[in-house]
């Protein structure tokens, strides 16, 4: 991999374009030799985030301090070759930054990349680094991996440091990364997650039956090969439907409290900075200024009940299989219903932002030729459990 981010030939539109980073790992550890980027939303000391908006980069200072998660990185040896683009303020799953453009899916050209770790995606993708560190509040590693055919994890919320990142939703955002290849994977992993929990191999596995109904009907029907796969690894399978209602009334609390702590983490600076930001982000914030904290009060109840049953579904050393996203990547320029399909997508993406546990996604499938994911989702603190199986369950393809 080239080192130097003015080097980088970059055809993807993956990485900033008005920032110049590099910063050279040690000469030695586990990860010696590997290049990596990082979402232009992680300090790096001496460096301006961006955060998809010039005005925000116009109006902060450098950080004094590299965020924990990239040091610890430079510390094992990774070269940091770059910052990568992010949806505006990581407001956003498709992709897209009115600012900059939406990079380019290395997988699928004629499709979108998946946002809000879109440039991050894209430089693992399309074989600019090793590796890359993206960030997942309502889905924003989980979506772009699958429609980028990555891996990628959502860890166990807290389980990383949030540290230096700039935050979205605190009480759901999680750091991740992506690469091409398990065996990588895993190895970033045992530097981020440090070796806290022994692998053990889980005894039940749960397909999670409403979760499918969200999917297209060819998505479902790709995925089936892998659900055997990982039924048969674990010796033990149950279809359940993981919401006692649905997995719409789960959504409204959710969406309730996401949004409110959405602006409460930016709008002191969107009203007194009055910053130019693209129509669908802008309208995004306008509704989560408006949300009252008795709304928020009133959600609580309902989220309590999501963790509750997932707790009561994740025992007794369960994972869960879903499909990480209901459809392959939409076309980037033909028209679809962006409202209509974000919706579905948080229908799936809420179980993990909701209940804090940890989701691995698989690139393992495809429908005419496009990538899709399916996820792996466990206990809290089972993420090192989910990657051992993941890397059993690849091997043994």
Known sequence: MQGDPQMVNDPYNAFCTDSQVHVKGADAGSLAGLTFAAKDIFDVAGHVCGCGNPDWKATHPPAQRTAPLVQTLLDAGATLVGMTATVELTRGIFGDNAHYGMPTNPCAPDCVPGGSSSGSVAAVAGELVDFALGSDTGGSVRVPASFCGLYGLRPTHGRLSAQGVMPQSPSADAAGWFTRDIDLFARVGDVLLQHQVKPNRPRRVVIAEDAFEVADAAVAHALEPAIDRVASLVGKSVTLRLAPTSLH???????????????????????STNPRIGWPVAERYAR?????????EAARPGIAAINTRMNEVLAADTIVCLPTTPTVPPPRDAPFDHQALLMRMLLLMQISSATGTPQLTLPVAQVDGLPV?????????????????????????
């Open 288 to 296: 989560a200024r408006a949300i009252t904290t008795d709304a928020v």
């Open 373 to 397: 994911g399916l996820s792996l989702l466990g206990p809290r603190n089972s993420d090192e459990i989910l990657i051992a199986l993941a890397q059993e369950m690849i091997t043994c393809s």
């Open 249 to 271: 009334a789960w959504l409204d609390d959710y969406v309730v409290r996401h949004n409110y702590e959405a602006w409460h983490s930016v709008g002191d600076w969107i009203e």
